[in-house]
């Protein structure tokens, strides 16, 4: 009996949910467009990049890494970008402003004399730019061990329906 | 009848928000990474509305049986979820009762929560008494 029950209860919530959604102001789609940890879209890979090279993530890995509170997400953009709309909880690391001189006593302060072995995620706004390739090349090269490249970068991030930070209204 | 009222009142507060707002409810989902990508919708809009009806059944004793098996079933599935965001390092939105989007809900208090929850869930699962039904 308590497995009738079971199945009439689970029955009526399928009518009823499904049902209740073609009515509700907060309507969703049947099937969402979400990806599986798993799935097989993989993480987008720059034609220049090279076998040395960190590894790249995909969305599905990037947003896993930043649930993890461990994780430093580096935004390679210039601050005006970078101020617009960010991963929450990112540091700014301008690529194109890198100082001439010891860069590894600039990383290591920009970080904040972290561990090496840290996670780091190095990403800029997406396909289009590879700042986020070449700061973590030169993050990389002084050391640090566990670089990877979000390569989707912020417009990915954004796109999936994760929030941005803004700190200023750039709009227009 | 203590466990019942509990257990009843539970599911429909926790029902409430998740059955105004199952986009919010799905991306809490989403964030356990448990779910495959296609089902989670559905389970959002499904399950919000399997916690009311059973909150209510076991309220008023109408389908009790089902309803306690469910409790027990998603008790322990919640259960399982939110130990393995622990056990993943994961700091996801619960999604327990309102789904904030925030990631940063306890989850070790949650997992509190449902184990002191599956006592109650346990206990009307081998319960006999018959007391309080509305119809069997």
């Not at chain 1, 101020?83 to 540091?91: A, L, N």
């Not at chain 1, 979000?150 to 227009?172: P, Q």
Request: hydrophobic residues 45%.
């Amino acid at each position: 009996m308590a497995i009738r029950q079971a199945i009439i209860l689970l029955i009526l919530a399928i009518i009823l949910g499904l049902g209740a959604n073609l009515v509700s102001p907060n309507k969703i789609e049947y099937i969402g467009a979400y990806r599986n940890l798993s799935g097989s879209d993989g993480p987008i890979i720059p034609p220049d990049a090279e076998e040395n090279d960190p590894p790249f993530i995909d969305i599905n890995v990037a947003h896993l890494e930043h649930s993890t509170q461990r994780t430093i997400f580096i935004d390679a953009r210039e601050k005006e970008e970078f101020e617009c709309g960010t991963i929450p909880g990112s540091i700014n690391i301008p690529f194109e402003y890198m100082p001439e001189g010891d860069l590894q006593l600039y990383l290591d302060s920009c970080l904040g004399h972290v561990a090496y072995d840290r996670p780091i995620v190095v990403y800029c706004s997406g396909e289009e730019c590879d700042l986020s390739l070449h700061l973590a090349r030169n993050l990389a090269e002084y050391g640090y061990t566990r670089v990877t490249i979000f390569f989707g970068g912020s417009r990915e991030w954004e796109r999936f329906g994760l929030g941005l930070e803004r700190r200023r209204d750039c709009d227009g | 009848m203590i466990s019942r009222l509990f257990i009843g009142v539970v599911l429909i507060y926790a029902s409430f928000y998740k059955v105004i707002d199952p986009g919010s409810f799905a991306r809490s989902i989403w964030f356990y990474h448990m779910v495959p990508g296609d089902l989670i919708n559905l389970m959002a809009l499904i399950l919000p509305w399997l916690e009311l009806l059973c909150g209510l059944a076991l309220i008023f004793g109408v389908c009790y049986r089902g309803a306690v098996v469910w409790a027990n079933v998603m008790t322990i599935i919640f259960i399982i979820a939110l130990y393995s965001t622990i056990y993943r390092g994961l700091s996801v939105d619960c999604g327990c009762f309102k789904a904030s989007g925030a990631a940063a809900y306890k989850a070790w208090k949650s997992l509190a929560f449902d184990l002191v929850m599956l006592i109650f869930t346990v206990q009307m699962f081998f319960s006999r008494s018959k007391k309080w039904w509305l119809a069997q």
